[in-house]
Every structure is written in structure tokens, then in C-alpha cells.
């Protein structure tokens, strides 16, 4: 019983995720209440809001899956050190086209994206789950001032890569076309990562001022 009960659940969750998402990238995020949200799911408002406290956590549940990745990635590791784990995940997701890396050029992706980074509530949202990510990290990472500075940082790395794919996604150019010089930026990314960015060189900005 308690199996069917875990199946039902998860069943009727992915339905009502399902349906938001379905209304959110049709007529945005403010155009769509709970209301409609829960008609559409065949499920009663007060239902939903068992599943998701809050509007904005219709949205933010997409990501939850990937809340804790890079901090299994670094227990998971097994003899690798973190930094290789997480570059050869990265690299991995590339290749998958994984929209976390911002290389996903479908079309509801780059809306549903383009959606939570233009609503003021979602991107404050999406910063409390980065928030709880990046605690999970400095975790995994072992704890304390090191761990959570290396946390951040492998963060930041990851949304600059993200963010820089998606920019030129939406200027028009295919996953595929962007692949080659995603994968170099990945690379370029880590490796700075790795020897800091005093090695960036005398010319550039970040030199000692």
C-alpha cells in the first residue's frame, strides 16, 4: 500500500507540473492562475497546494532534480577529484544537450527559460534553490570557508557557461552549431577553476590594479 500511495503521488504531482507548465509557456507565468492551474490537472486547489505551497513553486519544481546534482557528482566520484568530476558531468550534459547547460535549443525550453529569468518572483525563488545547491555542494565538498568558496565558485562557472550558451541560442544559432566553442568555454572554465584567475594574464582586467 504504501508503494501505490508513493506511485499515486508522484503520478498526480507530475500531472499538476505538467498542466502549469503547459499554461505558463501558452500565456506566461502572471497570466495563468492557480485556479486554472488546477482545473486543467483535474485536482482541487487545495490539493495543489499540498503539492506546491506557492505559484512560483510550479515553476521552481522543474529544477528540483537537479538541486543536489552537483553534490552527488562529487560524492559519486569515486577516485576522481571533484573538480574532474564535475567538468566530465558538465561536458556530459553538453553532449546530452541538458537544458541546465543552456544548451538545449528547443523551443518551449528557451521559453520556459526566457519565462523564469523575466519574472521578478521566479528569479528570486530560483536564487533560494541556488542558494540551498550551492550549501549542498560546500557539503559534499567537506564544509567550511574552502568548501563553500569552491562551491560558489563552481556555481558561478556553471551559470556564466549557461548563460553565454543560451545567449547565443537565442541569437539563432542551433545547439548544435554552439557545441564546438560550449565545449571549449567548459574547458577554458575549469581550467581556470583549477589555477585561479591570476592566470588569466598581465593584460587582462582581472591583473592586479
Do not use: C
Amino acid at each position: 500500500m504504501t508503494g501505490l500511495r508513493e506511485r499515486q503521488r508522484v503520478r498526480i504531482q507530475q500531472a499538476i507540473q505538467d498542466a502549469a507548465t503547459r499554461l505558463f509557456l501558452a500565456s506566461g507565468f502572471d497570466a495563468v492562475s492557480v485556479n486554472e492551474i488546477a482545473a486543467a490537472a483535474e485536482v482541487s486547489k487545495r490539493t495543489l497546494f499540498k503539492y506546491f505551497p506557492s505559484k512560483e513553486d510550479l515553476v521552481i519544481g522543474a529544477f528540483s532534480d537537479h538541486r543536489d546534482e552537483l553534490a552527488r557528482v562529487v560524492l559519486e566520484r569515486g577516485d576522481a577529484a571533484p573538480l574532474d568530476a564535475l567538468e566530465r558531468h558538465f561536458r556530459a550534459g553538453l553532449a546530452g544537450r541538458d537544458p541546465v547547460t543552456g544548451l538545449d535549443d528547443r523551443p518551449p525550453t528557451l521559453t520556459f527559460v526566457a519565462m523564469v529569468l523575466s519574472t521578478p518572483s521566479l528569479q528570486a525563488r530560483l536564487l533560494l534553490y541556488q542558494t540551498r545547491a550551492e550549501q549542498a555542494l560546500t557539503a559534499a565538498l567537506g564544509g567550511g570557508a574552502s568548501a563553500r568558496l569552491a562551491a560558489y565558485q563552481i556555481f558561478a562557472a556553471h551559470r556564466a557557461l549557461a548563460d553565454e550558451n543560451r545567449h547565443h541560442l537565442t541569437a539563432g544559432m542551433s545547439a548544435d552549431e554552439r557545441y564546438p566553442a560550449a565545449a571549449e568555454a567548459a574547458g577554458h572554465a575549469f581550467h581556470l577553476l583549477r589555477h585561479g584567475l591570476g592566470r588569466l594574464g598581465a593584460a587582462s582586467q582581472w591583473g592586479s590594479e
